[in-house]
């Protein structure tokens, strides 16, 4: 009998990773499922005046105030009118629910970490710091980003102002 999951009894290093896959432009981009509190279609943003640029605003959700962030533009892409695959995914960063504009949501997927690697220098144009690893899947090349680092401290504070606001 042959097992294909990794038991918990096994020794190997190999996790599986379960992510949530999005595009900015061309770029495929994963986060880690347990960050993610939900998917939403685009909605009415309330902005915020005197925040920077990459801050959309806030948005009501199920009664609780949440700052939203445009990725693309955190991330250097130029700008892009949302359409109708435009979402925004809700993650909770330390004890924050931050929203964060994507283009579109692509799947679910779940892969051994050990098809990732640690990320070279610069990806797709985008600093290392905020990125955990780079998945090498079968067609593609999946960059891994970690949420956490893509807002700098002083980010989060200035985000953190607008949701107690």
Do not use: W
């Given at each position: 009998?042959?097992?294909?999951?990794?038991?918990?009894?096994?020794?190997?290093?190999?996790?599986?990773?379960?992510?949530?896959?999005?595009?900015?432009?061309?770029?495929?981009?994963?986060?880690?499922?347990?960050?993610?509190?939900?998917?939403?279609?685009?909605?009415?943003?309330?902005?915020?005046?005197?925040t920077p640029a990459f801050v959309e605003g806030i948005i009501n959700l199920r009664g609780q105030?949440?700052?939203?962030?445009?990725?693309?533009?955190?991330?250097?892409f130029p700008p892009k009118e949302p359409d109708k695959a435009t979402r925004i995914i809700v993650v909770e960063i330390g004890k924050r629910v931050i929203g964060f504009i994507v283009d579109s949501v692509n799947e679910v997927l779940r892969i051994s970490s050990s098809i990732t690697e640690p990320p070279p220098p610069m990806v797709a144009g985008i600093d290392s710091e905020y990125i955990t690893a780079v998945g090498k899947l079968e067609?593609?090349?999946?960059?891994?980003?970690?949420?956490?680092?893509?807002?700098?401290?002083?980010?989060?504070?200035?985000?953190?102002?607008?949701?107690?606001?």
């Amino acid at each position: 009998m042959e097992l294909k999951q990794t038991s918990t009894s096994d020794t190997s290093q190999s996790q599986l990773l379960q992510l949530v896959s999005f595009h900015i432009e061309e770029e495929e981009f994963a986060v880690d499922i347990l960050n993610i509190q939900g998917i939403n279609r685009m909605m009415n943003i309330t902005r915020v005046p005197n925040t920077p640029a990459f801050v959309e605003g806030i948005i009501n959700l199920r009664g609780q105030v949440i700052p939203v962030v445009n990725l693309r533009k955190r991330l250097g892409f130029p700008p892009k009118e949302p359409d109708k695959a435009t979402r925004i995914i809700v993650v909770e960063i330390g004890k924050r629910v931050i929203g964060f504009i994507v283009d579109s949501v692509n799947e679910v997927l779940r892969i051994s970490s050990s098809i990732t690697e640690p990320p070279p220098p610069m990806v797709a144009g985008i600093d290392s710091e905020y990125i955990t690893a780079v998945g090498k899947l079968e067609d593609r090349l999946l960059i891994l980003l970690d949420l956490e680092k893509v807002l700098s401290g002083e980010d989060l504070n200035i985000i953190e102002n607008i949701s107690n606001n």
